[in-house]
């Protein structure tokens, strides 16, 4: 099995940045495609972000290109999601999704484990 925890969020003026983290433990880490959700009042949890077991391909969601960055540790079973720039319609709960298989897709219901989430609230 893999137990995820999220952390890093918080609350963060429009513009500022946040860097969440999310530890995996359990299995191996390295063969896990890693992905950040994210889900606000009254919406679907949305894909905001993706990078493969070997961190070589990354995809994110059209609104926040340019401006998160994904990444991993496989050493330290961690991956980041650096968000710069931030909007006040990127307030959400922010989820760290493990996919038993190499690749990064968007599809919510194609990952297996789930961390419990860390909330980012953005002001204006």
Same mark, same amino acid.
């Given at each position: 099995q893999v137990q995820l925890v999220e952390s890093g969020g918080g609350l963060v003026q429009a513009g500022g940045s946040l860097r969440l983290s999310c530890a995996a433990? &359990? %299995?191996?880490?390295?063969?896990?495609?890693? /992905?950040?959700?994210?889900?606000?009042? &009254?919406?679907? %949890?949305?894909?905001?972000?993706?990078?493969?077991?070997? &961190? =070589?391909?990354?995809? *994110?969601? =059209?609104?926040?290109k340019g401006r998160f960055t994904i990444s991993r540790d496989n050493a330290k079973n961690t991956v980041y999601l650096q968000m710069n720039g931030l909007k006040p319609e990127d307030a959400a709960i922010y989820y760290c999704g493990a996919r038993m298989r190499f690749t990064v897709?968007?599809?919510?219901?194609? *990952?297996?484990?789930? /961390? !419990? &989430?860390? !909330?980012?609230?953005?002001?204006s």
């Amino acid at each position: 099995q893999v137990q995820l925890v999220e952390s890093g969020g918080g609350l963060v003026q429009a513009g500022g940045s946040l860097r969440l983290s999310c530890a995996a433990s &359990g %299995r191996t880490f390295r063969n896990y495609a890693m /992905g950040w959700f994210r889900q606000a009042p &009254g919406k679907e %949890r949305e894909f905001v972000a993706g990078i493969s077991w070997k &961190g =070589d391909s990354t995809s *994110y969601a =059209d609104s926040v290109k340019g401006r998160f960055t994904i990444s991993r540790d496989n050493a330290k079973n961690t991956v980041y999601l650096q968000m710069n720039g931030l909007k006040p319609e990127d307030a959400a709960i922010y989820y760290c999704g493990a996919r038993m298989r190499f690749t990064v897709v968007v599809e919510r219901g194609e *990952y297996d484990y789930w /961390g !419990q &989430g860390t !909330q980012v609230t953005v002001s204006s």
